[in-house]
């Protein structure tokens, strides 16, 4: 490994407030080059708060932040940090939709301008997209609002790596693999590692604990504002890293209570609109469904048309009952971002509050406060702004929405992006107790270990169902298998 023995990045006693919230509680961390932090805790741990300070959209309430040896603290901004090496992939996505991708790369480097910058642009991005997602299928000039998530973070990641003039000498991935399935996941973490290797330096931040055991050479572990731990990834294992994060939620081992096929009432019967073969995807009353396979292949694509099946006729679906989206694009997709958090959490129920004419306000502060204890929303006042949750704080109120509403059918696009170990073990297993219940859940998650809580798997693949698995079938080696199989 290429590492040098100074300090790239030195974090001292770094505090932030905003207004009586405390984000930050002095916190100090070192960064050397040629090494990778992986950096965790759970949702409001301060972890993005901390990045957005060392990129430069933040400033330090108190302490001190110093960059290759300059004190940087009073003058830190995002144009400051670029000329200083320092990249950030935000868990928010920040390129801009109506333009391509060649466009959002001209707009972090301005030195590509004049005659024949979009070709430059054209060829840096697609060098860059080359070099981490090997066999990728983005063109530099497709506007980046018809891509799917997963490739607007493919872009997104290629693009803070991208070299003009300025050098790239850390690069903060905040939850990089959230939209990505696993192939796209190992191309990330194995270009990490090479970038690392060659003296380069990179704040890993995710909740798949697995990425940073396996990836960061050091982990430093965040609790309410404040380094908790800082060690050598070596000396964690999955459980001690838990435990450093204070979690209180066990491992669960989901595959202990698969139940047997359902005989139940069939609650959606939908086809692909590509599918020839007359496979259906069927889901009946109380059944965990998982969709999966490589990101894009039509996951998302059916889960919208079965929402779209539950209130207009579609072809091919068939939906009984009502029901809600738990979206994994909350930005685009979930979220209202003028509006408080206990209105975004409450915003599906309200024909279920109404006294008289008028809705019941102190119905709405109860469910609000209630989904705020039960799935445990970080945030003192559920009447403070949406946006000033973190991106995994935001994903529980996208839930507490959709479970706190009648419907009897519960679709989720990928829900767990950025959501922290110990909350994801809560709402695992309010799933559980809600399918028991009756409700019926559709599940696209990238992440296999979540397929281990569906009754049945369908694989997708270019578009229609390649595979139906159903309890012990359920493995990884299955799912990829069906994945990559090519018709005979």
């Known amino acids: 490994m290429n590492q040098s023995t100074g300090s790239f990045i030195r974090l001292d006693g770094v505090e932030k407030s905003f207004g009586a919230v405390r984000a930050l509680a002095g916190v100090s961390i070192d960064i050397t080059p040629g090494t990778c932090l992986g950096l965790v805790g759970h949702n409001g741990a301060g972890k993005s708060t901390l990045m957005n300070i060392l990129a430069g959209t933040l400033r330090a309430s108190a302490g001190r932040v110093e960059i290759a040896g300059t004190d940087v603290t009073a003058s830190s901004g995002v144009a400051s940090a670029n000329r200083l090496g320092i990249r950030c992939v935000f868990q928010e996505l920040s390129l801009c939709p109506n333009l391509s991708v060649a466009e959002n790369a001209r707009i972090m480097h301005p030195s590509l301008h004049g005659f024949g910058w979009r070709r430059r642009a054209s060829n840096l991005i697609r060098q860059s997209l080359d070099k981490i997602f090997p066999g990728h299928d983005i063109q530099p000039d497709q506007i980046v609002g018809d891509l799917s998530i997963a490739r607007r973070q493919m872009v997104e990641i290629a693009r803070a790596f991208t070299e003009t003039e ?193 809705i019941d306000p102190k119905a709405e502060v109860a469910m609000a406060e209630n989904w705020k204890s039960r799935i445990g929303i970080r945030t003192p006042d559920m009447n403070n702004p949406i946006l000033s949750l973190s991106g995994g704080n935001q994903q529980k109120v996208l839930f507490a929405r959709a479970l706190g509403s009648d419907a009897d059918i519960i679709l989720m696009d990928d829900p767990m992006r950025g959501v922290d170990v110990g909350t994801k073990q809560e709402v695992y297993a309010i799933i559980r107790n809600e399918a028991a219940g009756g409700r019926t859940f559709l599940w696209y998650t990238t992440e296999m270990d979540e397929l281990q809580h569906c009754d049945r798997v369908y694989v997708f693949r270019n578009g229609v169902i390649a595979a139906e698995l159903v309890g012990d079938q359920v493995t990884e080696e299955r799912v990829l298998h069906s994945s990559f199989e090519t018709a005979a």
């Open 166 to 358: 300025l050098p790239v000498r850390l690069v903060i991935l905040d939850e990089p693999t959230s939209s990505l399935d696993g192939i796209l996941a190992n191309q990330l973490l194995l270009f990490v590692r090479s970038f690392v290797a060659g003296g380069g330096s990179v704040v890993l931040i995710s909740h798949l604990l697995h990425e940073i055991l396996t990836t960061a050479d050091n982990i430093v572990v965040m609790r309410d504002g404040r380094v908790v731990t800082n060690w050598p990834a070596s000396e964690f294992s999955r459980d001690t890293l838990v435990e450093s994060m204070g979690s209180v939620a066990e491992r669960h081992d989901a595959r202990s209570e698969r139940r047997a096929v359902s005989t139940a009432e069939v609650n959606v019967s939908a086809v692909p609109q590509r599918q020839t073969d007359g496979t259906t995807l069927v889901a009946r009353r109380g059944e965990i469904v998982g969709l999966a396979g490589l990101g894009g292949h039509g996951q998302t694509e059916m889960l919208v048309r079965i929402f779209q099946g539950s209130r207009s006729a579609v072809r091919q679906i068939e939906v009984k009952g009502q029901t809600a989206m738990v979206a994994g694009d909350r930005q685009t997709d979930g979220v209202f971002p003028l509006w408080s958090i206990g209105d975004n959490a409450t915003i599906a129920s309200l024909k279920n509050m109404v006294r008289g004419l008028l």
